[in-house]
């Protein structure tokens, strides 16, 4: 067991990810957030677990990863999995005409699909655009955003890891000549400020990483880019159903509980502590929703939000961009010791963002433990709650 | 997760009382509840009542007589009304605890109210018809 | 959603360590179609960012935002401000009742979680255990899942303590099981999971019930606990009677 204590910033997927991964491979681990686990973008996700088929065209580094860690947290986290699979579906001419890339995309990705007939597409989802003019089953899943991070966090705790919610990072502690030794931080549930030092802190702030780097000095090329969502009053399918085209806005629609989920657009924005949920982002999504599921426009809204992606690079944000993810050893990058930096990715990755993320903290403290998280079954999400 | 106070956020049994953002059931609870203590106190009462014949035939005429004011009448009048109620809601929350007609608590409810007005109405006319 | 706009005070409940609760008013403006977690999320980005307040999925399907509206339990993600104050109107917001706070809306409810666990409610379960008729969705019997495996869907229950907060009797019986834990037990049913009678068959469990129902009335997620708990109590009942006359 080594004895270094890594603090990491965020209790975002990404974040208790690395707490979880951190923990089985002996480190002290201390988790600050500034608010409950999972309130930016991870509990915001509209919970589509996945297959890798989205991305399977323009993406396949994400789509490769997307299938695998799909079946992996089949898996570890069955509690917060709905695997009822998904279905692309086209409904026009221009989607019809992404069917071979679709069908070659999977095929090199390792993604499994079988084409349906309209008609058996119907019989399976009745609710479905009864003008479609083909079907593909995909492994697809629905899972629940906040028990998936509460599962990891959980286990995470039982491994002894320490989570301070309702924290913020005020201030990065340093040695004098920059390299970073801990964090300064407020709590304010009691309205206490208290320091934190340790080996190596580990920025997962996903969307926020820009304003922790800051305190160093330090910029990331970050593109915050959120994207609304609108939940309806009624289940209308059992698997996620997905557009037969190019990721493009409200082309996913999927069940949860006794709802449907229609997400979801795609813009630039500077600052991500508070995006409001746009009239015509909305009306989009239902424009959008009901193409691929006629219902939905009988269907009472339930919750309009909007969640930050943080996606890598700068320029030109949105559709063009991976949505893989990024490390970055600030030692590296900016000659700074002490602090990673992880973002990107999405909420289907997360155990692999962890992964990486705790290889390049083990390689420069020189921990030799592999990683075991995609073997290792969590505990019940309840569990964080309950000591 | 620290959590400096562990007592619950709770008055106790004033939320009991509390009619602020109840809903149909939850008055059907308070009514309950405040009938229940009400027929308690009068159990005492009519305890110290059935006290007075072990002193006597006197003690007990000039009781009687004492009870024929109408501030007692009313009171009597709450016993039958909350005695009414009580029981008839006692007979709903039976019902549904055999699962009989649970989604219909609220029309049940409505129903015992109606009930426990009728019944009132009756004896209230016959107790002033004897008078 | 409308260019409405509205002028909303949101006095809002305040705690900090073991200091003394009080009140503290924000005047907002707002879009009537939002929903209340918005204002409470702006009060926090905009106005006061020492505010202890929690939410995660904005849509329902996490149960985090639980609070009380103007004396109600709501889940704020899915409360439009239209329905519960007017232009110039209060919006009281309050932490969950019958929880510890732990400080400003956020409440301590580990009291319902070791229930949901003592009575292994399951978060995800087979579609048949709570079927979705009347959501426009039949799939067919015969269409065997991927793997052959029935449909499984996340359980109805969100796990948000408005029915805790919502009881008048969890005040006072802070043992009691709970509306959200009995229908847990209910919902995989006494034959399916015989173990859980002794855990509900004591005063502390189905009994404590007053059948007030609040808790179905303030339930955001299609459980009616209310409902739930008579039935177990039916279940309880039942096993009682077949137990007198010499049976199992």
New interface residues.
Partial sequence: MSQFHAIVIGAGFTGVAIAHDLALRGFRVTVVER?????GT???TH?LLHSGARYAVNDQESAIECIQENQILRLIV????????GLFIAVDESDLEYREKFIQGCEECKIPIRELTPKEAL?????LNPKLLTAF?V?DG?F????L?LAFAATAKSNGAV?H??T?VVDLLTDGQGNIKGVKVW??????RFEIEGDIVVNATGAWVGQITSMAGIRVPIAPTPGV?V?YD?????RAINRLNKPGDGDIVLP????M?VGTTSFSIEDP??V??L?DH?ALMIERGSELIP?LRQTKE?????ATRPLIGSGAPGRSISRTFKAYDHKETDNIEGLVTITGGKATTLRLMAEKTVDLVCKKLGVNVPCTTAETPLI????F??D | ??S?AKKPNTRGILDWFDPRGRQVGGWGFILNRLTAIGLTVYLYLHLVMLGKLAQGPEAYDSFIAFAKQPLIMFGEMLVIIGGLYHGLNGVRIALNSFGVAVPAQKQLLYGVLGLTLVGSLIFGLRMLAAH | ???EKWTVNFVVYRK????EPHYQTFTLEVSPD??VI?GV??IW??HD????????????????CGMRVNGVEKLT??TRIRDVTKNGGTLRIEPLRNFPV???L?V???RL??G??KVHAP??HP?SLAP?EG??????RD?P??GG?E??????C??CGLCISACPVAGTAEEYLGPAVLAAAQLQGLKRAPDLAEVVDCVDGVWRCHSAYECTAVCP??VDPGWRIMDLRRQVLAQRIKRWFGGA
């Fill in positions: 608010g409950p686990i999972a309130n991870s509990g915001r919970g069955p509690d917060a999995i709905e695997p009822n699979g019989r399976i989802e009745p609710n089953t492994p629905t629940d955003p906040l028990r991070a989570f919610l309702y913020d709590n304010r549930a009691n309205d206490k969502m939940a009624k289940r209308l399918t059992q949860q509980r006794r709802m989920v502590d508070y409001p949920v009239p909305v219902a339930r919750g309009a939000y909007m019940s999400y309840r569990k709650y309950v | 997760m620290e400096p | 959603m409308s260019e900090k360590g073991d200091g939002e929903y918005d999320e702006r980005a905009f960012r020492s505010l202890v307040f929690a939410h995660a999925c904005h849509h329902s399907t996490c149960g985090a993600c899915i732990i400080s400003d956020v301590d409810m580990s979680y070791v949901m666990d978060a995800v579609l979705l959501e426009g969705i039949k799939p067919p269409v899942m991927d495996k449909y499984l869907r996340l359980a109805d969100i796990e997620s299609n």
